[in-house]
């Protein structure tokens, strides 16, 4: 079984930082990839950023490159994607889930696919 979690999130003034944290974890997994997504009211899910395990790190538009970064901690049996966000904007307020794609290791080591999703947590950015 696969869990996404994710940390950190609230209410903050614009033009501050802020970090959310998203942990996979499980057993007998390999994780092909992590990403960031957020949704804000009326509007659509959009891609934030997502990191692959080849290092390619994939930005998605609403104006969060140069802005956003992304630090991984793969130690210790960790597998954590943190989500540096810099110089915030009202326009950043939205709900943000951290998504894992990758398989799961069964019986005789027989491969699943997996694509799982985190709670969800709200960032709101204040003037």
């Known amino acids: 079984q696969v869990h996404v979690t994710e940390a950190g999130g609230g209410s903050v003034r614009a033009g501050r930082f802020m970090v959310l944290g998203c942990e996979v974890s499980?057993?007998?997994?390999?994780?092909?990839?992590i990403a960031w997504f957020r949704q804000a009211p009326g509007k659509e899910r959009e891609l934030v950023v997502r990191?692959?395990?080849?290092?390619?790190?994939?930005?998605?538009g609403g104006g969060v490159r140069g802005r956003f970064a992304v630090s991984r901690d793969a130690s210790d049996s960790k597998n954590v994607l943190n989500l540096e966000m810099s110089r915030l904007r009202p326009e950043d307020t939205a709900r943000y889930s951290c998504?894992?794609?990758?398989?799961?290791?069964?019986?005789?080591?027989?491969?699943?696919?997996?694509?799982?999703w985190g709670q969800g947590t709200q960032v709101t950015v204040f003037t």
């Open positions: 990191v692959r395990n080849s290092g390619e790190v994939e930005y998605g």
């Open positions: 499980g057993s007998r997994l390999q994780t092909n990839s």
């Open positions: 998504n894992a794609e990758g398989v799961t290791f069964g019986d005789w080591d027989r491969p699943s696919p997996f694509n799982s």
